[in-house]
């Protein structure tokens, strides 16, 4: 992620040339030998391994890290009004999500949340499609997002696996996409869910080399670690204005490296989304019959006139940069910024309902 | 329905010879005008219009009508060793459907149901490749099956949207289809699930000349009738040995006319089913990137044999033609057959309890 | 074909009731043994095994044979006044062809040839698009069609190999296809070719039991014998209203079973078709950004309303269902049919000019 | 194609940290005005409008100007020693492109041409595949690269319109990348071709304010000017092994933005590609039914270790990065860089064997 930013950063010049100029001053990490190597990587001046040695000298922090530090050095930026980008979801735990949202409430500086699937040029024209009526009343919402890179019981063990840092797993790390996605294209929360949360692998090698992992010289066993997150989930929803939502991802879809789909119908239309093929969005309009495959590379097409020719795809970076360039423009400005930790707070709150109707067996309100 | 058992019938001394003879003797209906044009296309040689006249002079009965007619003139055909071919699902309500089983068990006869898809080649084929172990342990089912035809609030009311004829909507309808194709395909019965039924227009004209039908004439009103059933309904599910279970159905999905589409996830492998693409199989095999589309139109795929050459591709049609193949060579051999109404019983406990569920908003045992 | 086409008499009357009554009377051939087998499947009264014997009392003859055995009987028959159906391409060389398409032009009764893809729904709907106009001026044709069963060298001899009973291979069989519908969407003829073909595969073996086979008992070897056609061909075209065709056939496309692949780019839309997913067209329309995918089985689509409801698709079978519906109505009323023998005329003029231009290695005025 | 450069090469040292380190000093031009932006927006030191000021003072010429404009300074730099890196077609006569690969073949330097799809990681892959004999003996090559910008008459005439400036239309613009990947892919050459050119629009609009424009103030007539190129080609082609071929392009292809699709049929398998999908390789293996669409995301997949993680697809502009990878590397170390001078002259006498073709109407000798 912070690779994907940072490149993001480095192309603003020539793509957005109106974009806020960027210094990539500090880099923040743990391992001194990697920081060293990625600040050369990456174009950045210097490192720390305390983030509070960096907070009070920058204008902005990107706060990358697991889910667990996302509260502490951002509640801390943003009482110091340094504008704050942080990764999804938006914390660990609700209650440390509200507190977050609460310091970018009571903050001057601006707080973005990395929900980049919504700076995709496909779903920047789905939204406005929907948004003018085109599709009519939308009544269904179905978002799957299919991965398989856990499928293999011996995969290694890592922080996305451990319930205390992550908060949850496929849930957190995938759904909660997909649950912005749809918030954002529907322009209206999901309401009440009823949730279905497995893990299928109940523990995992520690990769070794890891740290804190086994010393396997002299024939030591593989030491195996507890996985205390979800492998896979699945929601059933109910949105503010009435559509029916069904929500699933999976880190055991084989034969899915990263299937974001999300389909509406509406009364008037319907349109499909696949981030594997990202360029294309398939729309269903009103007077069709089927559905038609749009290649979403036309100058007038969201953020495109300043890409490439028609037809010249772009890929998964370029949301990052579209990101970037909304985020500090906001920031400079001191204009509003979407996503904020307002949406990231309502995405964790569907996590967290998500979660406990899991529990419960029951319908929750969010 | 009629129609498509009747041409199938038809076609089964070309194409399996060994099938057994078949007469097509009597019809069975209420509106003498149009019994006597069917009669005709369909190559009967008589009608009745009270089933009780034919079920003494029939060796096989087929119960094709609306839901709440299914129970009496099949269990009283069982009652007489008449042979019993229904309708999809098995009856209108979980009582009756259990009476239909009760009834089918203590009878010489053979009792058969109309999921048809589970005749479809890809389909077959696919059951062969998780019951021969080749997708591994299956982890994921999502089934959907989504049609528009009732999109349109203007679209007439019928049968189908009533509860005390149809028993569900497209739960019942398109649902039972997802159901029984996950079960079979997994060899094994939905245990719980979690329900959600939606109804999006609330009532339906009826159609002009339609039973009961209103007389606009004189610029009369048109009447309009409630719909008491559901529009869509979505559901998740927890299998015997644990797979997770997506499902969701719909009349309102804009663009899509016939999209039952199924998906298996398993350890080892993946399959995709389009009823639309009804000859292609996707397969993503253990040592495969992505999925590969099969055209299952080999002469050692099931039921191609007695069809075309590789390539030449068969229709909807064709399931009931190998359906009732199987159907009929099981009645005369005494043998078993599946779908048997003992399966449509496990789809109706699995309707019932979604049903149930939406109303409690509760994790439902089946 | 024999079989498709007992088939689909079988099926008019219950899917077509005003067509003509057909009575299957006598089945043509020369094993006597297979003969008997299958009058009795395909509902004969009865066989001969010399079409002289049969052509005084038939109605219609249907001449499904080997390409050299098409000329002679239908001319007998159309000096007769009776009806001929033949299989394509109209014959083994454009002498004969002339002599048949003379015949034709002479005799009171129809000459129909079996260019079936015709009568595809979707086909039907593409040739009405372009009459429309909806398309604008065609300025592209592209047509492939790839199956990939000789792509084995041990793939056994047949009549097709031999070019004096077939006249060629991978050409007259598959492009005569592609060029009859290309000629029927666009309603104009080719003008001029440029051809190629290739034999990759210079003999084969002779199959153990096939007329003429080797005795293979006691360790005899295998007898091969010349292939004397192209295994794929390949033919660029000027129409005579200027568009550009791309062609080309083969049987060594691995991957492919019956990929009947045609594109038209018009001025103001396109359209795609491919059989093996023959309920679908694509089509870009003159408003479109890319293509959208129709489901052709909507009631008002061509011949869908004697079928199923929508998205209940149909087979390769179908077509001869159509096909005969046409010819024999046709027949009966004495009113004009096609594509008639004309029509095979006009593909074998430029089956013939493909040829000719890959002897010359010229541009070739058809 | 100057911005893809420039962006390219400011990628470099963030992906591949081993690439040469770059400097922009000059932008070569001729409007002072937009050089002086553009000089800004790519990151350049200064800009000159005479070529021949910067040659001697560069390491490395990008030669990106119109066709006629590559051989000149490209000869001029190399017999300076210096790199250059030259847009395709090499030139816009074959003796132009003779000269230049003449001139690197005299040169120390490296003189590479910009087939920039040969570094699509799924046509690495494919190369692979075919050279590594996994799809056996090529038996087909069939490349068609379709666009529709030109299908509306009233698009402005430009350069690309000339004969004396561009040397043919779709031809080398878009046939040339279809012939490059094709001998790339085979690793053997085409040895002779019948072509086909046509032109659809005669004259074309010069637009208002282009360089020789009309003055349209006063109600003048808009200025028309002829188009000396084609709209499209098409070719059939016999490779030195043997393989056939079939080429088109077109400008006219409505429907179709930048569709550059190549197949590739072998004895033992086959493959397909399309530029709109480039993350994208549909494969038919030895013992595939059908094809597999892989995703050319993993790690060991061609430069994608570089880039994102499995399913984060790239886009158009990564091929650009490739390339300048293995240019500016061979430039360097003095190795051999591909595609060079000589691939781009292998191209241009295939281009002109076409054109020369579709005046005599013959099949030409490459």
Known sequence: MGRAHANALARLPMFFPDAPAVEREVLIGRDEGELGRAVEELGFDRYVTDWRDAIEEV????????????????????????????????????DAAERMAHAASESDAT???????????????????????????????????????????????SWR???????????????AHSIDLAQFLLGEDVDRVSGHLRTFVEERPVAEGATGGPDTEGGGEVEMREVTVD??????????????????????ATGHDNANVIELNGSNGSLRFDLERLNELDVHWDDSRGFETVLVTEPDDPYI????????????????????????????AGTDYA????????????????QRSDRTGEWTTV
């Open 59 to 94: 204008d902005v922090l990107y706060n990358l890290g697991p889910n667990d530090l996302h509260p502490e050095p951002s509640i801390a930026a943003l009482e110091n009004d340094v504008h704050v980008f942080c990764e999804k979801p938006l914390a660990h735990t609700l």
């Open 231 to 252: 492998d896979a989930y699945s929601a059933q929803a109910e949105f503010a204005d009435g559509a029916m939502g069904v929500f699933e991802a999976s880190r055991f």
């Open 339 to 354: 996503p904020d930790f307002g949406d990231g707070l309502a995405v964790q709150r569907v996590l967290n309902a998500i």
């Open 305 to 332: 006139e300043q890409w490439w020719p028609p037809g010249h795809v772009i890929g998964w970076e370029h949301t990052f940069v579209h990101e970037n360039y909304e985020f500090l423009s906001a920031a400079v």
């Open 111 to 157: 707080a973005g949340i990395a929900f980049n699937y919504r700076f995709v040029p496909a779903i920047r024209l789905a939204r406005d499609l929907v948004a003018s009526g085109e599709l009519g009343e939308i009544h269904h919402v179905r978002a799957t997002y299919l991965q398989d890179w856990l499928a293999d019981p011996k995969a290694p063990w």
């Open 161 to 175: 696996n451990a319930a205390e840092r992550a908060g949850s797993g496929a849930l957190g790390d995938l759904g």
